[in-house]
């Protein structure tokens, strides 16, 4: 299978370590992969901020970046939704790119959603241990149908141990903009999220998109959790003891 | 009502900073949120009943002039008067007119949102009639002052049984009351003296039903049913989308709003209500008038907003709504609240009136996936943001930074040079910690959290190196 990373501009920004994690899985479920150099972001915050134009520039941008790869994988539920669910909504108006977002929507993955339900990994290549609670993010859970996938990788770790939180389903309060317009507001529904995970004991927190988990990171460190880790999925999986 | 949307920031800084109302938010949110959950599974086909309520209410918006029209006449057989308004001073002027006519002085109200709109009670008073709230949460609100309503179901979600004790202590001059069916007690007490005494009765309409002119109305405490058949005259108000075409229609929906609502299966009283009392009867009105209302809806008909007319005015947007549920219903500023008012302030009000609230919204989409007639509330809202860019509304700093993340992204050299820098700025501002306490390039940020220092090198540097 040959799949082309969508790496996402938080992750080439933030965390680069998850976009190689993400590379080292698609290899163990035997995936030759691709990083085309041109990408950068997905154009979800100027589409949820309600530049149509910006948005659709960017939407075309990133289908000609993915022409011809057999799959795109991305380490987000939340881009992988913007590029499968919104480029056919926001290229509505021109037909010609309109089917190419369409044909491209075929082709987009999030990552535990491909590494499950297409690839169908038999090994993860990290040994992780400890205890996990699963953060589910909003757009990757009612916009791509996340739920049991990063599940069904966790439990193939025999040193995992997931308790789940009281509304995991619940917003963290990030919400893209939201959580620099709105701060404290974005602050006080993250406090929540943060007093549900840590209700559970679990040592760390883990999610698939990384907005999300940099504003969680960042409530616990400002409450004064100091041991809490906050971590990707596909850290997770890719960890070694 | 007057809109205080404009200062929504402030509103919320308030609520935020309310320790008695962030413990009543608490409280409420997990009554709402887990019976609803319990609820909808007494209906085998949730989804698909979803799906037809939604069928429904579309059949009804695409020609709405005719269904309100085919209401107008099979309300008018049954010998009700149906009158229209445009907006909340026509409102007024027709129940202070009716009232005028039936030599009324005392008038029970049960709840109605769109008197909120007109700020009705207020009218009444200055027209020389009493408007009594019989809605037990209305009453609270009334005798507090006229406070407005916090929650379309749950009026005063936003208090604590404490606060109501105090207040009725005050009020009534009685010996102050800690138990619920005490106070209860004395509310009905005060109220049924005005329930035998009112010449008028105002009510909203849940749903108004085309095919037999009828009004439906679901309350929990029965002051519905008083105030729509004691007294001489019916004056019901309701918006102009509320009508559906039949009973059979309507079955449908009242399986899901009570649901989708409080969790009930069912509501304590559903009446549905047709005609004045004839001669045979021994209840009922003697006049009825129906006052349609549009205050913006009819503009709002064929839009791209057109799906937000469906709405049945359930709550379960707002009760599931994280923003809500962390800074309660009056942070809003106007009529609605959470999610559906948030599209609906802004609608109805001027989108410049309400410039935050459509911004207020994390996108999450837990009222998009609870809406009980399916309205897409999240796309609304960002709808409503792309009218914002569009008419210059947005602040000069936001519109740049969007214009600068635009050019750069769209171009992967800027992009390689811009994050090159950015990722070494926030490296440096980090200072060797792990994050960065004060963040001035986006300081809300930082208000309430650090913000985590990023690795310090860009994915895309590295992955170039490692192939090199």
């Known amino acids: ?241 | 009502m007057e809109s205080r949307s404009r200062h929504f920031k402030a509103n919320a800084a308030a609520s935020l900073a309310n320790p008695v109302l962030q413990t009543n938010l608490k409280t409420a949110k997990g009554k709402f949120v887990d019976k609803r959950a319990i609820a909808i599974k007494e209906i085998d086909d949730f989804e698909g009943s979803r799906e037809a309520a939604k069928n429904i209410r579309n059949r009804v918006l695409e020609n709405l002039d005719l269904w309100l029209e085919k209401f107008e006449e099979s309300a008018t057989a049954r010998g009700a008067t149906v009158l229209w308004a445009k907006d909340g001073e026509e409102i007024c002027r027709h129940v202070a007119e009716i009232g005028q006519r039936h030599g009324v002085q005392k008038a029970a109200k049960s709840k109605s949102m769109l008197s909120e709109e007109a700020n009705l009670n207020l009218a009444l008073t200055a027209a020389g009639i009493r408007p009594i709230e019989t809605d037990l949460g209305e009453y609270i609100l009334q005798i507090n002052d006229n406070e407005p309503p916090s929650h379309i179901i749950a009026p005063v979600v936003h208090k604590s049984l404490d606060e109501v004790a105090d207040l009725f202590h005050q009020v009534h001059k009685t010996p102050r009351k800690t138990e619920i069916p005490a106070l209860t007690r004395e509310a009905r007490e005060v109220l049924r003296e005005h329930f035998l005494t009112a010449d008028m009765g105002i009510s909203g309409g849940n749903f108004l039903v085309a095919e037999t002119g009828s009004v439906a109305l679901v309350t929990n405490e029965g002051n519905g049913r008083m105030v729509t058949t004691l007294p001489r005259v019916h004056v019901v108000i309701t918006g102009i989308e509320k009508v559906v075409p039949t009973l059979e229609d309507l079955t449908l929906l009242l399986r899901l709003l009570p649901r989708s609502a409080t969790g009930q299966s069912i509501s304590n009283y559903v009446s549905v209500l047709t005609g004045v009392k004839t001669p045979e009867e021994r209840d009922g009105p003697e006049h009825l008038y129906f006052i349609l209302v549009d205050n913006g809806r009819a503009d709002v008909v064929g839009t791209e907003f057109q799906d937000m007319l469906r709405c049945i005015r359930c709550g379960a947007c707002m009760n599931h709504c994280p923003v809500y549920q962390t800074i309660g219903g009056h942070a809003y500023g106007w009529v609605y609240p959470g999610p559906m008012g948030s599209v609906l302030t802004p609608l109805y009000t001027g989108l410049e009136n309400a410039i935050d609230l459509p911004q207020a919204a994390t996108l999450c989409n837990q009222c998009g996936v609870v809406c009980p007639v399916m309205i897409p509330l999240p796309e609304l809202l960002r709808r409503l943001r792309e009218k914002q860019v569009e008419k210059h509304l947005r602040p000069w700093f936001e519109r740049f930074a969007l214009k600068i993340w635009a050019k750069v992204a769209a171009s992967p050299s800027l992009y390689a040079l811009g994050s090159w820098l950015g990722v070494r700025y926030l490296k440096w501002l980090a200072g060797g910690r792990d994050r960065i306490a004060v963040l001035s390039a986006a300081p809300e940020w930082t208000l309430g959290r650090d913000f985590p220092a990023p690795e310090g090198k860009t994915f895309r540097e590295l992955y170039r190196k490692g192939k090199k």
């Open chain 1, 1 to 241: 299978m040959r799949v082309a990373l969508f790496v996402t501009c938080l992750v080439d920004l933030m965390r680069p370590r998850i976009g190689f994690a993400a590379i080292e899985l698609l290899e163990a479920a035997g995936c030759d992969v691709i990083v085309p150099a041109g990408q950068t972001c997905c154009g979800q915050p100027v589409w949820n901020s309600g530049d149509r134009a910006a948005a659709a520039a960017l939407a075309k941008k990133v289908i000609d970046e993915f022409v011809g790869s057999e799959y795109v994988v991305v380490p987000s539920g939340s881009c992988a939704d913007q590029i499968r669910n919104e480029y056919p909504v926001i290229l509505a108006d021109e037909p010609e790119w309109r089917a190419r977002a369409v044909e491209l929507a075929g082709r987009v993955y999030e990552l535990t959603d491909f590494l499950v339900n297409v690839a169908h990994i038999k090994t993860l290549p990290g040994n992780f241990s400890g205890s996990v609670t699963y953060h589910d993010s909003c757009t990757g859970l009612r916009g791509m149908g996340i739920k049991e996938q990063p599940r069904a990788l966790l439990a193939k770790m025999s040193g995992v141990e997931l308790k789940e939180m009281a509304a995991a389903e619940e917003c963290c309060g990030f919400g893209g903009t939201f959580s620099v317009k709105f701060g404290e507001i974005s602050a006080a529904i993250a406090a929540k999220k943060c007093g549900n995970a840590c209700a559970t004991g679990a040592q760390t927190i883990v999610g698939g998109d990384l907005g999300c988990l940099l504003n969680i990171e960042g409530k616990l460190r400002r409450l004064g959790d100091e041991t809490t880790q906050v971590r990707h999925i596909a850290e997770v999986l890719t960890a070694k003891k």
